[in-house]
């Protein structure tokens, strides 16, 4: 897979893709993030990506001109299975979308900033629009990092065995059992009986009961679906 992703501020994006398993999933070659900085493409002379706005009122909006030119070059070189916008007034992003995106090829993603994007690149060139919850960003940068992570750690061989995202909460419409590790007791505090019990049978019956427990508990939403 390979994935674009269009800002302002690349810098902000090093971080997220440069350690753990975003970095390890680009060693092994699964996946190639690709950073393009929307100011190169400006032709400004003072190197502006933004404008007010028509009409009046408070905020910038982002030009359309750098960005169409950097998405009609990136387009001419590969086709993109999605040209993604983060914005807060996208579709929510539920674990069913990350499913489907990690089985396309090429993604491109466009982080917005100030007031947003100029409406005529929505129309045109953008096919998907992705919010990651009801609350404004300072920039879509961190939701597409967001984005890009809930993706990539569902590569085929991006996790192992041990970490496979086939257990994790969402992938059945059920949220995750409670997990403990050593020590047996703490302070008092003792694993359930079950789980040392060595029964495997036992303990799988105890995780689906704990599962849809706090499935009904703390989001009953999910079962109705
Ligand atoms: N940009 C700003 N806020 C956002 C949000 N909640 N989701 C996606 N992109 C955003």
Redesign the pocket.
Known sequence: MRIDILTVLPELLNGPFSASILKRAQDKGLVEIHLHNIRDYSTDRHNNVDDYQYGGGAGMVMSIEPIVTLIEKLKTERSYDEVIY???D?EMLEQKACNELSLKNNLMMLC?HYKGIDERIREHFITKE???????????EL?AAVLSDAIIRLLPGVLNNETSALTDSFQDNLLSPPVYTRPPEFRGWKVPEVLLSGNFPKIEKWREEQALERTKSRRPDLLDE
Not at 130 to 140: D, E, F, Q
């Open positions: 983060l914005t807060p996208g917005g992705v919010s990651i919850g009801s609350y404004v960003l300072s920039g879509g939701a």
